[in-house]
């Protein structure tokens, strides 16, 4: 593998005593489209700023197809950012307000005007090039910030949040057009989110972000079937999450005492030793909910008393008491797999071993 795009090595901030940003440590390859995602204040937009050149990393470096970066001012990174305020000047036409980066760096005029209209059809805006800001949408206006950005043709695309003034329809729409921007142009861009499922979407990677720290670097599909820890099991859509203790191993799977049963885990986890405590997580979609009296028995079945049922249209959510337990269970079943039980009626829910992930207490 060639050298990263962008490489972070002990990347630190900190203010005051507080560490915004620990010790991060973050290689991103040519192309990829990377996000750093999570929940307010773990630091995502710190680092972006950072790798931007817009704040001063208190320890670590930053390196740039190779090269370090840490005495560039933000213009001379070969990097572009996208802001969630567009910041576009509110007396200036769309092309004038795309080309003024150019103007301000001495682009001859043709050039500059045919790289600007260039910009502006890649966000299907070309035919409103005269207009003010104030005359486009939200949607528009935060295309015309895009523009802006990929007129310099950066090497890499920072976005911050850049969805995040938009309502729900608009921010699906345009999550779908900046992905098959990413791909047509093959620039690198890191994104960063507070919303797992725009995360999981967009991305090829996700650094999913606590604390100040990485806790879990994957595809979404690895983020989502094989968290690392409970912190992402938990934030990374939803999940049953329940503390357990180790009883032994028997083959590919570990056999764990969870509200006081005997539950088959299949074997994720490097090493486990009997007696300890750990946690499991199960997705409410990889559990099955039906009457007792039904045959066929998964690797892990458990007796419950049936509370609620939720319809969502798309699905059921079914709240289910286990037996001689005060823990619930959320099964999530389509609507027409799903049977109908009364509230207090005794159900079995059961679920694959496979299924199962069985994480660090
Ligand atoms: N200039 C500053 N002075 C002091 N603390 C700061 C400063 N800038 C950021 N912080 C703190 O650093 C932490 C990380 O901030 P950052 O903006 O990177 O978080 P974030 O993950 O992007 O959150 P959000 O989604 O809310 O923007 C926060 O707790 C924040 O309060």
New binding site residues.
Partial sequence: MGVPIVQLENLN?T??S?I??NNLNLQIEHGEFLTLL????????????MIGGFETPTGGSIYVNGQDVKHLPPFKRDINTVFQSYALFPHMTLFENVTYGLKMRKVPKVEREQQALEALRRVQLEHLKDHKPRQLSGGQQQRVALARALVNNPRVLLLD?PLGALDLKLRKEMQVELKHLHQQLGMTFIY?T?DQEEALTMSDRVAV?NG?NIEQLSTPEELYEVPQTRFVADFIGDTNLYAGGVLGVEGDSVILNLFNQRVHVQKKQASVTPEQKVYLSIRPERIRCSAQTDGEVADNQLTGIFEERVYVGSFVRQIIRVCESDERITVLETAHQCQHFTPGERVAISWEGAHGVLLPA
């Fill in positions: 901030k203010y005051g507080f915004a940003v999570g929940p307010s204040g773990c630091g995502k937009t710190t680092t972006l700023r949040e960063v507070h972000m100040g």
